[in-house]
Structure formats: structure tokens, C-alpha cells
């Protein structure tokens, strides 16, 4: 990886981190619902198309799909969300995230961001919401990666949004 600029380093109690962690999941398991639900429908009326299925079995066969696909995701995409955390930390560089030691691409070779927003959560919470994109063989995929800001770097992360 070449070097690459820090952008802000931000230092988390860990109850901050915690409580920004049960929010993060509870975002991340509203969208993995949504997710879930959309594989259900389309693996359905797509099974039944194409495959000339019966409702009954193509819904057999995409609910398990609909469950494993988003707990997959959950599972190996989020690993830097764990409660706990001694010294939590965040550093943003131009094209990764560092979130406890734990490396997140943001831009390269496959990856672009798409956007960086500050988006409202729950408690008044602020978070710092990067949207990542890269292409696959049947065209752009997007992932969210969301960041705490500490209540005292609110400029800095607007400076971060703006491109500063």
C-alpha cells in the first residue's frame, strides 16, 4: 500500500465506542433486512421464470439465501464493529479507513468513493458515512462504511465531506 495522507485521527472512550457500535449494527441490520427481503422477492419471481419453478419451492429456495447472504455479509464485511475495544480509535487516509487496527480499502485499483456524507443516527449521534463502489461482472456494487464523529471533530468532518 503506498503512503497516503491522514486525514483525521479520532480517539474514542469505550463507551462511546460501544454505544456507536449497537447503532452501527442496528443500521447495518435494517439494511441486511431490506437486502434479505429484495433476495427473497427477486429470487422468487426469478426461479419461477426462469426456471420454471412452483411458487412454493422457489420460495423454499431463496428464504435460506435471504438469510445466509446477509448474516455472510455481517459477518466477514463488518468485523471492525466488535464492542469492548480498548482505545478505539478511527484514522482516515485519502483512500482507507483504519478502524482499530482493522484496514478498510476506500479507493484504488477496483474501488472509488462514490460519496462522503454526515449523516443524523440514533442518541445524536453523528456519522460519518462513506459510500464505496467498485464494478462487478453485472455492473456497480456499493457498500456503506459509517464512522462515529466525536462530538468536538464536527468540523473536521465537514472539511473531510467537502474534500479538504
Do not use: C
Not at 45 to 71: C, E, K, N, Q, Y
Not at 86 to 107: Q, T
Not at 120 to 140: C, H, I, M, S, Y
Request: glycine residues 6%; hydrophobic residues 45%; proline residues 4%.
Amino acid at each position: 500500500m503506498k503512503p497516503s495522507n491522514l486525514k483525521a485521527h479520532w480517539i474514542y472512550s469505550t463507551q462511546e465506542w460501544n454505544e456507536f457500535v449497537e447503532v452501527a449494527k442496528a443500521k447495518k441490520k435494517e439494511d441486511n433486512f431490506y437486502f434479505g427481503l429484495g433476495i427473497v422477492t427477486l429470487g422468487t419471481i426469478g426461479l419461477m421464470i426462469l426456471r420454471d419453478t412452483g411458487f412454493l419451492i422457489a420460495v423454499a429456495f431463496a428464504i435460506p439465501l435471504s438469510i445466509l447472504i446477509p448474516w455472510l455479509r455481517m459477518k466477514f464485511s463488518y468485523k471492525h464493529l466488535v464492542k469492548g475495544v480498548k482505545n478505539p480509535e478511527v484514522k482516515i487516509f485519502d483512500d482507507h479507513l483504519k478502524i482499530n487496527n482493522h484496514v478498510i480499502e476506500l479507493k484504488g485499483s477496483q474501488k472509488k468513493i462514490k460519496s462522503i456524507k454526515i449523516i443524523e443516527a440514533k442518541n445524536g449521534f453523528q456519522l460519518l458515512e462513506f459510500d464505496v463502489q467498485w464494478l462487478t461482472r453485472k455492473g456497480p456494487t456499493n457498500d456503506e462504511y459509517r464512522v462515529l464523529i466525536p462530538f468536538d471533530k464536527i468540523k473536521e468532518a465537514e472539511n473531510i465531506v467537502k474534500g479538504k
